[in-house]
């Protein structure tokens, strides 16, 4: 134990995903099974990080409205190191991520070996690279990986739907199905395609197979 006015030499944690339940486990986990370890925040806001963090361990799927790429630059430019550690492999998000500075990726699957092998080599400073990194890297991704819900709220959007239609045939709030649209152009940015507009995602939707080409009901 440190004196009162002495640092403290353990390195310092932070745990950035949007899903409290899993946070805390991995927190417990983090500070119950590393040597020299302490989490200094867990929580789904990366604003919330102290500036003297060693690593964060971040998801890429935060639901803030920032791509986990945007969050990882920040980070990496404040000297703070970042691992991926989620339960998406969408290689649309990993990859410019890793790009901005992550070093490495970890599925939420993983048995706790590979977690700590992991994080150990992060914390040095050091890319671990793993299968499911090679894969991701090698994986094309031209055509983003949309969830069951993103796909339907593309092909009822770009079909020519409202946001509020959507919503409903969905059976989901227009909230929601905002929600499910910007993660589908956050995908598509994340694979170097824009679809800024309803003709931009219809062109989209139609190229990638979501739509018949004689859809009447092109979005405008």
């Known amino acids: 134990m440190t004196g009162a006015n002495e640092p403290d030499p353990r390195r310092r944690v932070a745990i950035v995903d949007d899903h409290g339940i899993f946070a805390e486990a991995l927190r417990g986990w983090v500070e119950g099974n590393l040597d020299d370890v302490h989490v200094v925040y867990s929580g789904p806001d990366p604003a919330q990080v102290p500036a003297d963090t060693d690593i964060v361990l971040l998801d890429i799927e935060l639901g803030i409205g920032r791509s986990a790429a945007d969050v990882t630059r920040e980070l990496v430019e404040a000297g703070i190191h970042v691992l991926l550690v989620s339960a998406f492999g969408d290689p649309g998000l990993i990859r410019p991520a890793i790009t901005a500075g992550a070093l490495g990726y970890v599925p939420k699957r993983v048995d706790t070996g590979a977690l ?105």
């Open 116 to 220: 700590r092998e992991a994080i150990s080599s992060a914390l040095a400073g050091q890319v671990h690279v793993s299968a499911d990194l090679a894969a991701v890297m090698m994986a094309a991704v031209d055509r983003p990986d949309l969830s069951i819900q993103e796909r339907s709220a593309l092909q009822l959007y770009a079909s020519g739907l409202t946001l509020e239609a959507v919503a409903h045939r969905m059976n989901v709030s227009p909230s929601t199905a905002r929600e499910y649209l910007l993660r589908v152009r956050r995908k598509y940015a994340g694979v170097g395609r824009t679809v800024r507009t309803k003709t931009d995602l219809y062109a989209a939707a139609l190229q990638d197979g979501l739509l018949d080409e004689d859809d009447s009901q092109r979005g405008g």
